[in-house]
């Protein structure tokens, strides 16, 4: 079956935290939801950004288009495995990432993000 979403109504998590709820008004305006368990939410969280930047790349015939998110904070912390850090990175309006970084990873990541950026050629969007 397929339902064409209009918008996003609600958004909560199941009271034992088991799976999450997206609530929507259909292209007709009745509403329903859809209901995902925690096992797939974290699958279809890696799924939507390759998903979205295929889309505008199909949308606008540009495949030198990326979906970037604007960085408003960022935070390192220790894991609880010594051998990683974690890395949280977040937006203005609350969307948070976070990505564990192997001990391996760390130093190169610092050393690029201080080098200057090689000259490329920037098109609008």
């Given amino acids: 079956m397929e339902i064409k979403v209009r918008s996003l109504t609600t958004c909560e998590v199941a009271a034992d935290g088991g799976a999450i709820s997206l609530g929507f008004e259909d292209a007709a305006g009745n509403p329903a ?16 950004p390759g998903l979205l930047e295929a889309a505008l790349k199909a949308r ?8 970037a998110y604007p960085l408003a904070s960022w935070v390192l912390e220790q894991s609880t495995d010594t051998t990683q850090r974690i890395i949280t990175l977040a937006t203005e309006d609350g969307f948070k990432v976070r ?24 098109r609008p969007n």
């Fill in 33 to 48: 939801a859809v209901s995902i368990s925690l096992n797939q939410v974290g699958a279809l969280l890696m799924t939507l």
């Fill in 60 to 67: 606008y015939g540009d495949q030198s288009l990326r979906y």
């Fill in 99 to 122: 990505f564990s970084i192997p001990k391996t990873e760390q130093g190169p990541l610092g050393e690029a993000l201080t080098q200057p950026m090689p000259v490329v050629t920037v």
